[in-house]
Structure formats: C-alpha cells, structure tokens
C-alpha cells in the first residue's frame, strides 16, 4: 500500500479569463481509473475548495484537463453532501420544472456573486475515482452545485447565464475584491498546509 500522505497541497485556483476554463475537458479513461494519481488529485481538490472556502470545484479550476468535480455542500435541509464524481451528466430536465433563484458564486470569478435562477434539483449520472456507475440526485443548493461545477468541465461560468449588464457587473466586481479574496485564502492555506 502507499506510503501515508505528505501534507496536503493546495492548487493554484485558475480565474475568468484562463483558455482552460473556456473549453471542454478531457473525458476520464480506464487508464485515470482507480490510478494514485486521481487519488491524489481528488485529495488535493478537497483541500484546495476547503481552503477557499468553496462547495464545489472542478478540475479545470485547478489548471487540470479532467471531467471531474468534487462537492462539499449543503442542500435545502440541511444535509451536507461530499464527494467527487467523473465525466458528470445533468439529466434532461423537464421543462416545466421548478426554477428556485439564489446566491451564486464561483472561485473562478472571486469576489463577486449575484441571484440566479436554477432548477430545484438536479440528477447527476456519473463514475467515481474506481470507475463504478454514480448518480447523485441534489435538490436546493446543492442542485445549484452540481449544476454549476457540470457547465465548468463543459467549459461554462455562471457569467455566462446572466446578462451582459450582470456580466460586467460581476467583472467590477472581482476586479474590485479579488486581492482581499487571495489574502483570505492565503491566511487559510498557511493554516492547512502548516508550518514545520
Ligand atoms: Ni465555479
């Protein structure tokens, strides 16, 4: 078996504007199944969205070409969900379901948030790190989650759903907050990581 984990590492988290999050990412293979490496990177994902403070972070905003996101994150009840899933589909949603609008924020774009609507709840079809058939089936903001981090690996911000006013609005927005952000996140990592 494997050594025990060196402490954990924290990714560079990559920002509106970066091509990696403009396009779609690489579909997982046997050859990522069940590897250390995707081990690796899921622990290191984990670290880095509790480091800044995220519910949800997909691969390619930590610089990674990978269809895979992992979630840490409440729903309407209460209830805390935690995982990772790989080559993620949103089932078809009817169109007459029911759209519920609240806070929406992404790493990527950091510092800025704004309501919108998304469907109550979401099913997710995917496979876990061993390759072995998921769903996951979220309602309240954890619907919203899987949602939003499904549009990342299709190459999708949240930006994109608004309007070009909200848009730009959201671009002050970071412009203005995004330094504070980064100190905050580093405070945190310096926390994890630790000292010697
Ligand atoms: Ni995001």
Redesign the pocket.
Known sequence: MSEPRERPTVLRITEVGEEILRRACRTATEEDFGSERLARLIDDMFTTMHVAD?C???AN?VDVDLRLFVYDCPDDDGVRHTGHVLNPVVEEQDPGRALIEETE?????PGANTRLARPARTVVRGVNQHGEPIVIDGTGYFARCLQ??T??LNGG??IDRLSARDRKRMMKQTADRREKVFAERAARAAKVVGAE
């Open positions: 995220g949800g972070l997909a905003q924020g992404c790493l990527s774009v939003h981090e549009d990342h911000l949240y």
